[in-house]
């Protein structure tokens, strides 16, 4: 009986075009997009800030303020020739994010260790430059300023004190030899790449979207009354449930795993880099099948409460959208406050992203996933127990 | 082989069966004639274990339902109004489908499709979508979806409801050879003829109540009256309406049909001037009880009554 169910609602799915671009096309093509659009923000040598330099003291100091501004990791010069103050602000609303002028005296200021009455170094931003941009900038910037003093105050030691120059080596901002400090990083192979990052959220948001085939199936099937059928014909309310169950756990683990192959072999052909399964083929299963569990249960209780059609399917779009945009889907966790990232542990999403993340991105095993998938494991039974419990009281059961 | 006593079933505070007794022999072809709403479907559902009811027994091959409804539905099927079937399935694939989710051997899952499949005239549009089916078709393999099971006793629920006469004819011809297969059917309609036609029972349901059950010679024989019944040519329910309001003994159902319950000359003479002083048109006219449409009106008719 299973199987003749299993068989019927792959048949009736396959035939399905619109169902089978929700559920395998949709969620490949995001992942590839999304994995290449974020693939700059996951980087941890990104530029962050590009900007436009105007050297109108021309000396050494400001050149070597512009040259230890060059070796910025964050940072990227754009040369161009500014004319006018139009030209700055034309600059400024495209594409560069500050203008830097070093105004002439820097030198002569420096040398008679006289400050200037008016700014040496002047910035111009843009106007939409985000705070932590801008102390970014002025962290750059006064690396650069110290770099040039203590490069002075070498040189003037050297001349005071020949006999030291030997112990006098030459300090660089940029690497770790200011002072020994310990910097933990992950291993490069353990690092988040957007392609860990996204193909995880949309594998769910694309297993959550079983919604609307499901839903679809199932209301035409009461609407046409061959529930009915199927009741008189011995099928009790579990064994149709189960006859829902198995064919979409088939389904969902099918996704995972041609978007788990997306992440793999089709993101790296794109330019992005290629997904790593992680340590824990077993922790992967139970993640996936409690999403799948959790992505059911909702589907069959949309199907047994919408009336028909048309309600499942924007009911089901709006919540799935509405979960994946509170659980971290569509702008990760972190990027969210803090009040916000408690609003998303109501998410199944979220559950099953974090779930993703401890094994995709963390390396985790079993032990870490546990927790996240009895959580949509007794999330997806719950509903299939409360949709059983409506659609018997539908049905006018009571005996 | 169906035995109802005292059944009572209430949706709510409405009574949709009240005290239904009922028995239906092997190899009978019983025809449940009601109005809309009369409880035909309520009582075709409590048959098949659809719908609970409040009181009652019911015993079908002779065995309470209330304890045997796995087995009295291995050995029975219900074929509903509604195509209950899968319109992006072909026929072939609704056939396995319908036969795998019920306990049955390979072999004889087999040759129940076979049989149904001939019986139906369906072999020619196997690999054909069910949507893509005319009316007909579609109607034939809802009644063979019914079949593979191979049951002993098949209930119908209007099969015909919006087909055309043609097909319909062929469909009631289909139901009659059940019978010859020592089959039991329950044919649930309110087009007479149909029931007239292929049923060796009928049984009169409205509001809840069986108000005669029998054949349809014995019904006939005992009902037969002194009532009239005028059917009108399509005439404004709203120009009749006050038209019968003044006349005694004269009733108004269905909005162009009258009944006058104790006819005689005069009394029809009077109402024949009026209705041609109206410009009201005649259809047909019939005296006493001779068929089973004018039995039904005369018994359902207080219910349904404009007048």
Not at chain 1, 63 to 86: F, G, Y
Not at chain 1, 100 to 114: C, F, K, P
Request: aromatic letters at 6%; one cysteine or more; a neutral charge.
């Amino acid at each position: 009986m299973l199987k003749a169910m299993l068989l019927k609602e792959i048949i009736l799915l396959s035939r399905d075009k619109q169902a089978l671009a929700a559920l395998f096309i949709m969620p490949a093509i995001f992942i590839l997009l999304m994995s290449l659009a974020l693939k700059d923000t996951f980087s941890p040598e990104r530029v962050l800030l590009t900007y436009a330099l105007v050297d109108q003291d021309n000396s050494a100091p400001s050149r070597m303020i512009r040259e230890t501004l060059q070796h910025s990791k964050v940072m990227a010069e754009r040369p161009v020739t500014i004319t006018s103050a139009a030209q700055q602000e034309e600059l400024l609303n495209g594409s560069y994010h500050f203008v830097l002028t070093i105004n002439e005296g820097l030198a002569r200021s420096l040398a008679s260790r006289q400050e200037l009455p008016s700014a040496l170094l002047q910035v111009a931003a843009a106007a939409d430059l985000k705070a932590e941009m801008l102390t970014l900038l002025q962290a750059e910037l006064a690396k650069a300023v110290l770099q040039l003093r203590l490069t002075l105050l070498q040189t003037e030691l050297t001349a005071l004190l020949p006999e030291m120059a030997h112990q006098l080596t030459d300090i660089d901002f940029d690497g770790q030899d200011l002072i020994n400090i310990s910097f933990n990083r992950m291993a490069a192979e353990q690092r988040p790449t957007s392609t860990q990052q996204s193909v995880p959220s949309w594998i769910i948001f694309g297993m959550f979207f079983v919604i609307i085939p499901m839903s679809t199936i199932f209301i035409n099937e009461r609407r046409q009354n061959t529930l009915m059928r199927m009741s008189a014909m011995n099928i009790s309310i579990p064994a149709l449930f189960a006859g829902k169950i198995a064919p979409y756990l088939v389904i969902n683990q099918l996704q995972v795993w041609l978007m788990i192959g997306v992440g793999i072999f089709v993101v790296p052909l794109a330019g992005g880099e290629a997904l790593t399964l992680g340590h824990s083929l077993i922790a992967l299963f139970m993640v996936s099948l409690g999403l799948s569990l959790a992505a059911i249960g909702t589907s069959v209780l949309i199907a047994v409460l919408a009336g028909t059609v048309e309600q499942a399917t924007t009911i089901g779009g709006i919540i799935n959208i509405l979960l994946g945009a509170i659980g971290g889907i569509m702008v990760p966790k972190f990027y969210m406050p803090p009040a916000m990232q408690d609003l998303a542990a109501i998410s199944p999403m979220s559950w099953g992203l974090e779930g993703f993340l401890d094994i995709f991105v963390r390396g985790l095993g079993v032990e870490a996933v546990l927790t996240e998938t009895l959580a949509l494991t007794g999330f997806g039974l719950g509903l299939l127990m409360l949709a059983g419990l409506i659609f018997r009281a539908q049905r006018g059961r009571t005996a | 082989m169906i035995t109802i006593s005292n059944l009572v079933k209430y949706y709510g505070a409405h009574c949709a069966l009240d005290h239904i007794d009922l028995q239906v022999n092997k190899g009978t072809i019983l025809g449940l004639l009601g109005p809309n709403g009369a409880g035909k479907t309520t009582l075709v559902s409590i048959l098949n274990g659809l719908t609970a009811f409040q009181q009652g027994e019911i015993t079908i091959f002779g065995l309470p339902l209330a304890n045997n409804l796995e087995a009295i539905r291995r050995r029975s099927s219900f074929i509903p109004q509604a195509l209950a079937l899968y319109d992006k399935l072909t026929v072939m694939e609704n056939l396995r489908f319908f036969a795998a989710i019920q306990k049955m051997s390979a072999a004889t899952r087999r040759a129940n499709i076979d049989a149904a499949l001939t019986i139906n005239r369906l072999h020619p549009l196997l690999e054909q979508k069910a949507g893509t089916l005319s009316g007909g078709q579609k109607r034939r393999l809802n009644i063979a979806i019914g079949l593979l099971n191979n049951p002993e006793i098949l209930y119908f629920d209007e099969p015909t409801a919006g087909i055309d006469p043609e097909l319909r004819n062929d469909i009631l011809e289909t139901i009659s050879s059940f019978k010859n297969q020592g089959k039991t059917v329950i044919y649930t309609s309110h087009y007479m003829p149909e029931i007239e036609k292929i049923c060796d029972e009928v049984a009169i349901i409205d509001h809840g109540r069986i108000i005669r059950q029998g054949t349809l010679a014995t019904m006939l024989q005992e009902e037969k009256g002194d009532a009239a019944i005028i059917e009108l040519l399509p005439a404004e329910n709203k120009l009749l309406a006050p038209l019968v309001a003044g006349l005694d003994d004269v009733e108004l159902v269905d909005g162009g049909t009258l009944i006058m319950h104790q006819q005689n000359g005069l009394k029809m003479g009077r109402l024949l001037a009026l209705l041609e002083a109206e410009g009201l048109a005649i259809k047909h006219i019939s005296y006493g009880t001779t068929s089973l449409e004018t039995l039904f009106i005369r018994l359902t008719s207080p219910g349904r009554s404009h007048a």
